[in-house]
């Protein structure tokens, strides 16, 4: 098959997941959670699985079901499967946030709300792993970008056990009491399988083939890519063995995590290079705005590690935990994810509407739908809030951090405005607009 | 081939650029996406190509050309063939749209 078609539930998963966004953003602002409270506290334990779940991987799931078939040009194998694993990711959540609200006092819930919510949980990304694996094992030998796609699988499916395990635990069952130092070693397995191998780890791989297509970079050497899969695969492995292995108290922790962060190091570095290659290959030299803040967003990962060395060298790492998982979610993930959304939401909305009629009316471009210089402002202010935000955090000025993070929703809400204005053709202007035959296509369904 | 059949190939060309590249906002003959263009007794065989291989785009284009060149009077038939062999380079666009993209000057 040489084209693929449009996912149909694409465009809710993107809606879902901004609405989960915005309801994070806005309870760090009204001062809910980290910092003004314990950062493995049950607050805490809310934004982050908001955020990662909610918004990062709800989003991510939405957008490889249009891309994994893309990277391999191969179909979707179940597209029926995309909705119900939608309906469980987010109810799987609502009850895993309400289980954290009961842990946290905030009102008095039954115990097995953490379990039954890790279970949907786990039933969705179940659904998600099964329909992008089977695609991607229709595909063998994977192309590279979709290996790390299949590296990110894996380490999902590795999250979602932890995760079950620990709502085991923390919900007081009794299969639960028979791991008393779980949660200990559990959770930086459970993190660097989640933030690392899911999150950044399938970023990673999706931004290869996604920055080499926008920017019309060759990107056809097989060797492209392989020095930051091979270094990400050793941190990942490290990191995931040395945590089951610290799990049986047969060593330490802190030697595996050392040991995994520097390999870490050495994938993002390679990364870093490859992306700076691929940029310098380029045979387009104007770039659009989704590609440019792609590019600022990978800065700021960049940033991240950095700043992760510079606190390790000087052992004050882990009182800045929190200011280093802030700027990968935001600066990092967020910032890339928005950039992207900037330029699949138009893209798809232009194939849903002019595909049909192409080649019997005049239609207008992808770039008719957006208005960059509109949208540029957004984007400057989601960037400016991120890491002013990150530098409150780091001198511990918790209200500052409070306002940077206003402004970062802000700039949420400006940018989701664009996308709707996307959906809605509102930029394209004239009879292009709705050409004979063209139909307007739904806010959060397409037609495929 | 003859006088005729030439003239139909040079209409086919021309009627085939209706179809835009979304992505790009050129029309496709201009991007270089048309390989060939033949008339075989009424039937037009046309090859062409896409940036990307699997790109969601990609079917969409083949339909737009199919349905444009079927509008060309003389053309009983359209047969399009999507290939990506040679792979489409930059190189492969018209000098004038090439500069007005913003491209490299590419070998």
């Known amino acids: ?448 | 081939m003859t006088i005729d059949e030439d003239d139909l190939v040079a209409q086919i060309t021309q009627a085939l650029k209706v179809v835009v590249d979304p992505e790009l906002g050129h029309n496709i003959v201009d991007l270089g996406f048309i390989y060939d263009v033949s008339i075989d007794d009424g039937a037009a065989h046309i090859t062409m190509t896409a940036t990307t291989r699997g790109c969601p785009a990609a079917s969409f284009l083949k339909e737009g050309v199919a349905n444009s060149a079927c509008l060309v009077p003389g053309v009983e038939s359209v047969d399009v063939t999507m290939t990506f062999e040679p792979a489409w380079q930059p190189s492969m666009i018209s000098p004038g749209v090439r500069s007005s993209l913003g491209f490299a000057e590419v070998n």
């Open chain 1, 1 to 448: 098959m040489i084209g693929t078609s449009l996912c149909r539930w694409a465009n809710s998963y993107f809606a879902v997941a901004i609405l989960w966004l915005l309801l994070a953003e806005g309870l760090i602002v009204v001062g809910f959670g980290f910092p003004n409270s314990d950062i493995g506290g049950p607050d805490t334990l809310v934004i982050v699985h908001i955020v990662c779940i909610g918004w990062v991987s709800t989003v991510l799931c939405g957008a490889l079901f249009q891309f994994v078939p893309v990277l391999v040009a191969r179909p979707l194998y179940a597209e029926r499967l995309t909705l119900p694993a939608l309906a469980l990711l987010t109810l799987g959540l609502t009850v895993l946030l309400a289980g954290f609200l009961a842990l946290g006092g905030h009102f008095n819930g039954p115990p097995w709300l953490l379990p039954f919510g890790a279970s949907l949980l786990i039933a969705g990304f179940a659904l998600v792993v099964a329909n992008l694996g089977m695609t991607l094992w229709s595909a063998r030998p994977l192309p590279g970008p979709a290996r790390f796609v299949a590296g990110g699988l894996a380490c999902v499916c590795v999250t979602a056990v932890f995760g079950g395990m620990f709502s085991l635990v923390l919900s007081g069952t009794a299969i639960g009491a028979q791991w008393p130092d779980l949660l200990e070693s559990g959770v930086p397995i459970h993190a660097i399988a989640g933030l690392g191998g899911w999150l950044t780890f399938t970023a990673m791989g999706v931004s290869y083939r996604l920055l080499a297509m926008f920017m019309l970079a060759p990107d056809g050497d097989a060797r492209l890519g392989r020095p930051a899969w091979l270094a990400g695969v050793a941190a990942l492995t490290i990191g995931l063995v040395g945590g089951v292995l610290a799990l049986w108290r047969m060593t330490g922790l802190n030697p595996a995590l050392l040991l995994a962060g520097a390999s870490a190091l050495l994938s993002l570095a390679a990364y870093g290079r490859d992306v700076l290659g691929l940029y310098e290959a380029r045979k387009r030299r104007t770039l659009e705005l989704n590609t440019r803040m792609s590019l600022v967003a990978v800065a700021s990962l960049v940033a991240a590690a950095l700043l992760a060395a510079a606190l390790l060298a000087t052992s004050s790492f882990p009182l800045h935990v929190g200011t280093i998982a802030f700027l990968v979610a935001f600066g990092w993930l967020t910032g890339l994810v928005l950039a992207n959304l900037y330029k699949i939401v138009p893209f798809l909305t232009w194939l849903e509407t002019y595909g049909p009629v192409m080649g019997r009316v005049p239609t207008p471009r992808v770039q008719d739908l957006v208005a960059e210089r509109r949208a540029l402002k957004w984007f400057v202010l989601f960037f400016a809030g991120s890491w002013a935000a990150t530098l409150m955090l780091l001198i511990d000025a918790a209200f500052g951090f409070r306002v940077a993070v206003a402004v970062v929703m802000l700039a949420t809400l400006g940018l989701s405005e664009e996308f709707i204005r996307a959906r809605r053709l509102a930029d394209v202007t004239g009879p292009l607009r709705l050409p004979a035959g063209a139909a307007a296509p739904h806010l959060l369904v397409s037609r495929n």
